[in-house]
């Protein structure tokens, strides 16, 4: 049997896998902290300047300068404002830069030296650098370990990702990808509560990393990925964890088997990498279309979330809201895609089309909205449904791309994929500067850049109930084909009684 048809007979959700999805679900409030660490910690409060002349040099300035709020952050430590002000920026963005380059790095890393090693050695440095910034001595070492956090960050939770899928039957790979999107928004607003209580931002830092200490004892003891096990053609390293997986869901009778991998690596053969995306056809046109995906999902989520501008009232409320805000969009991307009739393409498709077509409906709002014009035609209810709609459009990228790569090449079209989107996270902070040239400019490239990225969407073949590929080869394999087709065949009684 093949590794598939293995998690079906040891489980393919027993209470083992229910244990790990658990770790690595709840991992995500660790990483939302991360993401989120520079709002608080780079946050510029009001300020006055005690002096009737204005001071010519920024040594003269600090000098002059007290601060409106009780709260501390790296503005008010080492004066960044005014002409250093944009230091904190630039701090937040060499931790995406740190994102980016982790997910280049990690997925060829764990696909060829394995999932669990290159994820521990992430997580162990992400906490390591996390507290050296919590103890930076001046703003160069804090935003070089901001740096440093971002690479560890973005790459070990690409393989967290990816090992919380392979542990799970693909049946519940939706399930699983849904849980991790969803928690990662909880993380958000647990974060905004851990601020308001520590207005210290090196003692927020430091707890902040904490929970990372945690969660290196808990996966410490984590399997290695049976799929990448049987990619590699260890198939007896792959069948013990596997069996191992059966005895803890308490199916202690069965054995495990395995055929060999028709990709296996063979002795002295390079790893899969990335130019195997660019080598085959198939691989090379799903990249291209992903990788636009993805960028679009970030451009238009990061960049209505600017456009719209800081939210008046309280701090800590207005991030808790930036993350609850997401929640509806996990129950109902989860409901649609594991559905015959909508399936992960169409259903990726529409929310990114009905995402541009809120943009794109703010050109037709009155240019001088009264208070009583109901919020179902207000601005901000239109940019917060496109919000919500590329919010589920993004769960469903993680998914989509996972299932349409192969085992041996998974991890790194994961990672030129979140790499693309981290491109889109970088430029999204410049579209709101559109609005010097038309006022709705915005929403014109939000709206065409959704618009367009759901109709190439539709490009890509559909995989709810489809075979995962473990190796390149499957992609090509006669015997792959003809199993796709079985499963056709099979499913269309049930897709005609659903009609």
């Given at each position: ?6 998690l ?5 959700f027993?209470c ?11 991992l995500?409030?660790?990483?939302a ?18 002096t ?32 250093e ?25 764990s ?7 290159i ?7 992400d ?10 001595p ?15 960050n973005?790459g ?5 990702f ?6 799970v ?14 928690v ?7 974060f905004?509560?851990?601020?308001y ?7 927020l830092i430091?707890a ?7 969660f ?12 990448w ?10 069948e ?31 790893a899969?990498?990335?130019?195997e995306?660019?080598r ?17 999902c970030?451009?238009v ?88 709609a590329?919010?589920a459009?993004?769960n469903?990228v993680y998914?989509f ?5 192969p085992?041996v090449?998974?991890n ?21 500067s559109?609005?010097s ?13 959704g618009?367009s990225?759901?109709i190439?969407?539709l ?33 269309q ?7």
């Amino acid at each position: 049997m093949d590794v598939d048809e293995s998690l079906v007979a040891v489980g393919e959700f027993g209470c083992y896998q229910k244990q790990l999805t658990c770790t690595f679900v709840l991992l995500q409030i660790y990483v939302a902290c991360q993401s989120m660490l520079i709002v608080l910690v780079g946050v510029q409060p009001g300020y006055k300047i005690i002096t009737p002349e204005v001071p010519s040099t920024h040594e003269e300035l600090i000098k002059h300068v007290v601060f409106e709020e009780d709260l501390t952050s790296i503005a008010t430590e080492w004066y960044l404002i005014r002409q250093e002000a944009y230091k904190v920026n630039l701090a937040g963005s060499l931790f995406f830069l740190g994102l980016l380059l982790g997910n280049i790095l990690f997925g060829p890393l764990s696909d060829r030296f394995g999932r669990k090693p290159i994820f521990l050695i992430g997580l162990f440095l992400d906490v390591v650098f996390g507290f050296i910034s919590a103890i930076a001595p001046n703003y160069e070492i804090f935003a070089l370990t901001r740096l440093l956090v971002g690479i560890m960050n973005g790459g070990m939770s690409l393989v967290a990702f990816v090992l919380t899928q392979e542990f799970v039957g693909k049946s519940y790979w939706a399930l699983t990808g849904s849980l991790t999107n969803l928690v990662f928004a909880v993380g958000i607003a647990a974060f905004s509560v851990i601020g308001y209580y520590i207005r210290d931002w090196r003692v927020l830092i430091a707890a902040a990393n904490c929970p990372g200490v945690l969660f290196i004892f808990l996966f410490i003891t984590v399997p290695e990925s049976p799929r990448w096990l049987y990619s590699q053609g260890r198939t007896k390293e792959a069948e013990e964890v596997l069996q191992n997986i059966a005895h803890r869901n308490g199916n202690e009778k069965i054995f495990i088997q395995l055929k060999p991998c028709a990709g296996r690596k063979k002795i002295g053969q390079p790893a899969h990498g990335f130019m195997e995306l660019v080598r085959h056809p198939i691989l090379r046109w799903r990249s291209i279309i992903l990788m636009y995906v993805w960028y679009v999902c970030s451009l238009v989520y990061y960049g209505l979330i600017l456009n719209a501008g800081e939210l008046k009232g309280n701090r800590y409320l207005n991030i808790a809201m930036n993350g609850l805000v997401e929640l509806p969009a996990f129950p109902l991307c989860l409901y649609f895609i594991n559905k015959p009739w909508s399936g992960r393409r169409k259903t990726m498709a529409a929310f990114l089309v009905f995402a541009g077509i809120a943009c794109i409906s703010t050109l037709f709002l009155p240019g001088k909205q009264d208070l009583d014009t109901g919020f179902l035609v207000d601005v901000t209810s239109l940019a917060l449904c496109g919000k919500l709609a590329v919010s589920a459009a993004f769960n469903i990228v993680y998914v989509f791309t996972a299932e349409l790569y192969p085992t041996v090449i998974r991890n790194a079209g994961l990672g030129i994929c979140s790499m693309s989107c981290r491109v889109g996270g970088i430029l999204a902070p410049f579209v709101p500067s559109l609005k010097s040239l038309n006022p709705s400019m915005p929403f014109i490239v939000f709206g065409i850049a959704g618009l367009s990225g759901g109709i190439l969407s539709l490009l890509l073949p559909e995989t709810l109930n489809k075979p995962i590929a473990e190796s390149i080869e499957d992609l090509h394999s006669p015997d792959y084909q003809r199993l796709e087709d079985k499963r056709k065949k099979r499913l269309q009684p049930q897709e005609d009684t659903e009609s």
